[in-house]
Each structure stands twice: as C-alpha cells, then as structure tokens.
C-alpha cells in the first residue's frame, strides 16, 4: 500500500476515534456557543468586580448627600424625667412649671424642699449659617465622588480586556487541541506502520520505541491541551459571573480585531484611572481649603420650644428660647496648621503617583507597539517555516517508504512541524492579545 495513502487511511481512522470520544466528554458537560461581544456584555452585566465598584461608587454619593448638613436644620425631640431634693434645683423645677406659690417662699422650704419631679418635653432647632469650612468640606465629598466614578469605569475597561485575554486564550487552547489531533492521527499511522515493519523483521526496535514515545508525548500534551480549555471556559465563566463547567463553542475563524490607530504614539490624560487620581488631587485642595477656613468664625442659630409640668403627660407650662451663636477657634494648639501641613503631603504625593503611573503606563505603551512589531515578524517567520517544514516531512516520508532513512528523521521532522504550528498560534495569540492591550492603555473617557 502507498504510504501517503496509508497515513491519510489511518489518520481518519484516529481522528474519527478522538472526535468520538470527544463527543461523550463533552455530553458530561454543557456546551454554548459564545461571541466576544457576549461576553463582554455577560461580564459587564454580572461580574462582582464591577457590583463592588459601583458599591463605592454609591457610598461615596452617599457621603457627599451627607454633608447636605451643612445647609440643613437639626431637629430633635425629647422626654425627659427628673427628681431631686437639691435647693437650688428643686426651685427652679417649680419655677419652670409655673407652680411657685407664696409657700415655696418659706425659709425652711426653701432650705429643705421635699423631692421634687419635673418632666420636660422638647423641641430643639439647630439651623447652620455660615459655616465657610463644611462648604468646602462639601466640595471635596462632591469630587471624591468623581474619583469612584472613574474607578468604576476603569474597572469596566480592565474586566473588558481579562475578557477578551481570556477568549484569546480560549482560541488558542482550542488550536493546540486541534494540532495535536492532527499530530494524534499522523503519529499514530507512523507508530502502525513502524510496528508492522518491525513485526516483518524490517526495521529495528528501536525506531518502534521512538514511534512509541512520541506517541505518549503527543498524546500527553493533548490531554494537556484538551485540560487547558476546560481551564479557560471556567475563567470566562468566572468573570461573567456564571457557574463553571459550561464548554464555550468560540468561531475558529475569530480574527475581528481593531488596530491601533497609528497616529496614537502616546497615553492621552483623559484616561479613567488618571482622571481618578486628578479628581482625588482636587479634593484635597478642597480639603486643605476647608481646614483653612475653619480658623473663619461660624454663624450658627438655634432654638427650642419646651413643656414643664410634674405629671409625664402634662402640659402645663411652655416656654421657647432662640438665639444666634457666633463662635471662633482661636487656638487649637496647632492642631489645624498641623493638619494642613499632612494634607498637603498627601496631595504633593498624589501628584507624584500620578506623573509615575503616566510614565509607566508610556513605557508600557511603547513596549506593545514593538511586540506588536515583534509578533508581525514572527507570524510571517513562522508561516515560511510551516510551508518548509511541511514539505520536508512529505519527501521525508516518501524517502522513508523507500527505506532510505529511519523512523527517527520522519519523528524530528513530524516535531518539528509541530513546533513551528505551535509557534504560530502563539505569535497569533502574542499579536492580537497586544492589540487589545493597546486599546486597553489608550482608552479615554468622555466624562
């Protein structure tokens, strides 16, 4: 039988069997078929990462409504109870209820009064003025809220580019299952056909073995490989918030993705988690505003309407107090200025983090547009090395029918060929993985 024939006759024959058992693997488990764009729309919708951001980004809303206090009155009520035999308090318990009779006037009553029971209800108003310090206060819990709000997005821009990582590891687990089946099926015909010469006392035990052991690793490294993309389904079922188990079914012939615009050569400013730490800089200006004016006096009113009577529901006497309060720190024992003093380190250290993380998100921008370069080159390279690889197992093969040269050189040449698919794939996965990285590193907000 002509040898090109008997590979072909038999690698149909094993990829029939690996799809066959395939088949019965993955009936054990779910199978869905899933685009990017459904992905990231699974992600963006489920993932806890983004509840957790958009957690904050409400507490922080929450604490800026909370300085609406400094606008607002206070109000409060109270009830409550009291009882003495104290002179001084017990006479002032009467006075306030009205009840002071010419008796309460004795000397011996008024030096030793009986226990005495006051209960008083009341209202208090506190109505904030001018308060120069919680306005700016409040300026700053308005900007931090900004500050969460561009952490959130840019947490939607990292989980976007993890899914699409993660669906281009997908792909490429997928492509090394396929080269392996295809390595299976071709291994495994020379392993037959080599048994078979070995049985006829044709060819030496030890071109057998190698056949053998080449036939292990092939095998291995797809039991490795089929692994690989359970481990990669359960990811992207992690970050979409699902449960794992479920096999995603992704287009082979998925390659749709955006270049980089080239007249991008640099990090724009406009970028969320830059726009974040800006935002913190500007609350603590606003901070260090409001510790400066909290040396300004504060204007603040208050009032209070009141019952006094000796019975807890009674009502017999009312009374109301108002007034304006003008109050000034004057000295806290430098407790402000020390305060200003560490706020505006911190805002000088933001600003430091800030010009660092510029210059390395720079340097890593640059870096991906040479590996971009670098992966270019590579898939071209490697594209020529799989034609010449391929060619040279054919005539090796052919010289191998005619018993010119050993199992061995069919084996290294096999491998060989394997190396450089595998090669390939990963400069495919290299390149457009960088892609994605690039608009992950140049993504701008419109906020």
């Not at 009779?101 to 108003?125: A, R």
């Not at 003008?326 to 933001?350: C, V, Y």
């Amino acid at each position: 039988m002509n040898f090109q024939r008997y590979l072909i006759l038999k690698g149909l024959l094993v990829i029939f069997s690996i799809s066959a058992f395939s088949v019965r693997c993955l009936a054990q488990d779910s199978t869905k078929n899933l685009t990017l764009n459904e992905a990231i729309e699974a992600t963006l919708a489920s993932n806890r990462n983004i509840r957790l951001a958009k957690m904050d980004e409400k507490i922080a809303l929450a604490n800026y409504k909370k300085t609406e206090a400094a606008f607002l009155p206070q109000v409060g009520f109270s009830v409550t109870g009291m009882g003495t035999n104290d002179p001084l308090n017990a006479f002032g318990y009467k006075l306030e209820q009205r009840s002071i009779t010419q008796n309460d006037f004795v000397p011996g009553l008024l030096n030793h009064p009986t226990g005495t029971v006051d209960f008083m209800t009341k209202l208090e108003i506190q109505q904030p003025i001018l308060n120069m310090d919680m306005l700016y206060m409040r300026k700053a819990a308005q900007i931090e809220a900004e500050v969460y709000q561009y952490k959130t997005q840019r947490t939607i821009e990292y989980l976007t580019f993890e899914v699409q990582k993660a669906f281009l590891q997908l792909k490429l687990a997928n492509n090394a299952v396929n080269v392996l089946e295809d390595a299976l099926a071709t291994t495994n015909a020379v392993y037959v056909y080599t048994n078979n010469h070995f049985q006829q006392g044709l060819i030496q035990k030890s071109d057998l073995l190698n056949a053998q052991v080449q036939l292990n690793m092939v095998e291995t490294n797809l039991n490795k490989a089929k692994r690989n993309v359970r481990d990669a389904c359960d990811y992207l079922s992690l970050l979409m918030g699902v449960k794992s188990g479920t096999l995603y079914r992704i287009d082979p012939a998925f390659e749709s993705i955006r270049k980089i615009n080239d007249s991008v050569q640099s990090i724009g400013s406009k970028r969320s988690d830059f726009m974040a730490i800006q935002k913190a800089i500007d609350a603590s200006y606003m901070m260090i505003r409001s510790s400066q004016m909290s040396f300004l006096p504060r204007l603040n009113a208050f009032g209070n309407y009141q019952y006094n009577d000796s019975r807890l529901t009674g009502f017999g006497a009312n009374s109301y107090l108002v007034g304006v309060q003008l109050s000034w720190d004057i000295f806290k024992g430098n407790k402000t200025k020390n305060t200003i003093t560490i706020q505006k380190l911190e805002r000088d250290k933001l600003g430091e983090q800030l010009a660092l993380q510029r210059e390395q998100s720079q340097l890593e921008f640059n870096k991906a547009i040479n590996d971009l370069s670098d992966a270019s080159f590579e898939i071209k390279q490697h594209k020529a090395a799989i034609e010449q690889a391929d060619e040279s197992l054919r005539i090796l093969q052919n010289r191998y029918q005619q018993g010119l040269i050993n199992t061995t050189d069919v084996l290294m040449a096999q491998s060989q060929l394997l190396q450089q698919k595998f090669a390939l794939a990963q400069a495919n996965f290299t390149m457009n993985l960088t892609r994605f990285y690039l608009q992950f590193l140049t993504a701008t907000t419109n906020k």
